[in-house]
């Protein structure tokens, strides 16, 4: 059977950390990582949509992954 808890606050949206450190990039910066590049790809563009800052990343093939640049 479950158990009914009583007074849990609801966690605020978006408290989890991010899984890439977009937020710490400044234009110039990159960093490499081990997944493939549409995926990475898909990660940067929904982290500038959602974040709304101007943010632009590119991404391109490197080794066994990718490397991700923020130029704008």
Excluded: L
């Excluded at 479950?2 to 890439?20: F, H, L």
């Excluded at 940067?44 to 391109?60: E, L, P």
Aim: charged share 25%; with cysteine.
């Amino acid at each position: 059977m479950i158990q009914i808890e009583k007074n849990i606050p609801v966690p605020a949206r978006g408290a989890r950390a991010s899984k890439y450190p977009f937020a710490d990039m400044v234009v110039g910066d990159s960093f490499a990582a081990p997944v493939k590049p549409m995926s990475m790809y898909q990660a940067a563009n929904k982290w500038a949509k959602r974040h709304g800052d101007g943010a632009a990343f590119i991404v391109r093939p490197e080794g066994d992954g990718c490397r991700v640049w923020r130029t704008e």
